[in-house]
């Protein structure tokens, strides 16, 4: 039990395209989504937290305009990085909050050229 | 001061021994204590869980979270070349509040098992 999936696992983008990112609770409804970057080498990042049916609330330093975060459903939430640019390169990690604890995603692994 | 304090290593150890790894945190609010295992390029993976002090045992991995003196620990037995790769310790407030869910994580450490 407790899986959640993203898509795609891996994107190429050019500069200035947008991409969508998704996640999905498979088995069990989450209220709350997160999402995380992370570096080579690095722990994660906490970027948003993700309630359904509301709006997300962003870490300090995170701009929402550019990290559109939409969660519709119970078992599903999206990221959008707008007009990428190269430095948004990154591996990015959601995750699903169970009845005890985050259970993450296996990643996506962002390349803008 | 990070929040959580973990060392990052690399930690090699020979297949077979016993592997140590460690957190120190500052905050006392916190009340559960999680280790997750990363693999390189995949997402972190809930090894143990274990809500305020004491043991919780699973196969070869034991944590271990002592609340008095901000410490947790997680005591891999028999290791494996497949326990290769990072470990995060991550911990979380009581339930409720705005807070609820949100992990801090340390900084990960990086095992090697070889053969």
């Given at each position: 039990g407790a899986v959640v999936s993203q898509h795609p696992s891996r994107v190429i983008c050019k500069s200035g395209t947008s991409v969508k990112i998704e996640c999905r609770s498979l088995d069990f409804q989450?209220?709350?989504?997160?999402?995380?970057?992370?570096?080579?080498?690095?722990?994660?990042?906490?970027?948003?937290?993700?309630?359904?049916?509301?709006?997300?609330?962003?870490?300090?330093?995170?701009?929402?305009?550019?990290?559109?975060?939409n969660h519709a459903s119970l078992t599903l939430s999206t990221l959008t990085v707008t007009s990428a640019h190269p430095e948004d390169s990154s591996f990015y990690i959601c995750s699903a909050l169970g009845a005890d604890t985050q259970y993450f995603g296996p990643g996506t692994r962002l390349t803008v050229l | 001061q990070k929040e959580v304090e973990q060392d990052p290593g690399p930690l090699s150890v020979p297949e077979g021994a016993i592997v140590s790894l460690n957190c120190t945190y500052s905050n006392s609010a916190f009340q559960y204590f999680m280790?997750?295992?990363?693999?390189?390029?995949?997402?972190?993976?809930?090894?143990?869980y274990t809500y305020s002090s004491g043991n919780k045992e699973?196969?070869?991995?034991?944590?271990?979270?002592d609340k008095s003196s901000k410490y947790i620990s997680l005591f891999i037995r028999d290791s494996q070349p497949s326990d290769s790769a990072t470990y995060l310790c991550a911990m979380s407030f009581v339930a409720g509040g705005t807070s609820y869910g949100k992990l801090t994580f340390g900084q990960g450490t990086i095992l090697t098992v070889h053969p």
């Open positions: 989450a209220t709350t989504m997160f999402w995380y970057r992370q570096f080579p080498k690095k722990s994660l990042m906490l970027m948003a937290t993700s309630n359904e049916g509301s709006k997300a609330t962003y870490e300090q330093g995170v701009e929402k305009d550019k990290f559109l975060i | 280790w997750y295992r990363q693999y390189s390029r995949k997402g972190p993976e809930l090894l143990m699973d196969g070869r991995f034991t944590a271990q979270v």
